[in-house]
């Protein structure tokens, strides 16, 4: 079986054969199986690049796009995506745990650092509240996630239109209004939640290892969510 | 009802069919139902069937190099797929036939036959 990374990168390589035409259909329906969080990405990539080829065969042949993905692009996708077999729990169980892990080790790298330098430059209390740092941790989480999910569905609501330009800046207006109501939730949070759990007040170093330990554990929960192939970073 | 969506229903059939003659990839297969004298499918409407029969292990899939070109996915038909054929003809001919002598006739009130 091919990785899933070499599939994208065949992918990649072999759309620029297509013509302009064929290319903006055919990167829309790409966009539109990606962005869809339910698909097994390795059964995706399999069946975009089958049906890359299908498209290049038919281009050789003087076939257009339309014969294959009909006059509905959207609704053939749709019924592609309902036969294709869905991600494993197990998969995206990891995906939000590594998440959460992730932020938190930032959060705790962050606070270690500021502990380390702020005293330098100004008399500051650098005690914590545990119960703060996890409700910190568990909010940004949430809004992490809920922003990659908003972010998808515009990016797919912007799709097959006859006029991208104008759907990607609706798109674009609405991410920028979530954007700063999640924004704004986070600051409120960090800012007016008064200290609540433990107080702990510790050495800058103990923050910044944790926060490598957590890293570190992010990391090995991918790995075993995703054995066979590395996480990609592309969209 | 359109040509399109009642040939929806028997295109499993149609396209297993083509897959127990000889193994093809995606574009073979549908150049093959445009001769059969299908043109008026959609070429991709394939492919969820293709998944689906899959699914339910009526075909199975291979990458395989092709005379000319690059390496291609090759459907093949199970032995499920050949009973499930079977079957499917079977019921075929259940109601093309009632039906064809339905319609041929007309009114089917004054039938006596």
């Known amino acids: 079986m091919e990785m899933t990374k070499t599939l994208i990168q065949e992918n990649n390589d072999k759309r620029e054969q297509l013509t302009e035409d064929n290319k903006k259909v055919y990167e829309d329906f790409l966009v539109y199986l990606r962005t869809d969080l339910r698909i097994d990405e390795h059964q995706g990539e399999e069946i975009l690049m089958e049906i890359l080829n299908h498209l290049l065969e038919a281009q050789a042949d003087g076939v257009p796009a339309d014969e294959i993905f009909g006059n509905d692009p959207k609704s053939f996708a749709d019924e592609l995506i309902a036969e294709l077999p869905s991600e494993k729990k197990r998969g995206r169980t990891g995906f939000i745990a590594g998440q959460f892990l992730r932020i938190a080790a930032f959060l705790l790298i962050v606070q270690g650092v500021m502990t380390f330098i702020l005293p330098y430059f100004t008399a500051v209390d650098t005690s914590v509240g545990v119960g703060n740092m996890i409700l910190l941790g568990i909010l940004i989480t949430v809004i992490v996630l809920a922003a990659i999910r908003v972010v998808f569905r515009l990016l797919r609501q912007s799709l097959f239109k006859d006029n991208p330009k104008k759907a990607e800046r609706m798109a674009m207006l609405k991410a920028a209004v979530y954007g700063m109501i999640g924004f704004g939730t986070i600051m409120a949070a960090a800012l007016f939640v008064p200290d609540f759990g433990p107080v702990i007040n510790m050495e800058w170093w103990t923050y910044v290892a944790a926060g490598l330990v957590l890293y570190g554990l992010s990391k090995w929960i991918n790995k075993k969510a995703h054995p066979e192939k590395e996480v990609s970073e592309q969209a | ?113």
């Open chain 2, 1 to 113: 009802m359109s040509r399109t969506q009642l040939l929806k229903g028997i295109l499993d059939a149609c396209i297993m069919t083509v897959i127990r003659e000889q193994p093809v990839y995606g574009y073979e297969l549908a150049l093959k139902l445009q001769d059969a004298g299908l043109p008026e499918i959609t070429q991709g409407t394939i492919y969820p069937v293709l998944l689906r029969l899959q699914k339910k292990g009526y075909i199975t899939s291979e990458q395989r190099e092709s005379p000319a070109g690059p390496k291609r996915k090759y459907y093949f038909l199970t032995s499920e797929g050949e009973i499930e054929l079977e079957n499917i003809a079977d019921e075929w001919e259940n109601i093309v036939i009632p039906v064809n002598k339905l319609l041929g006739k007309g009114d089917v009130n004054n039938g006596d036959d």
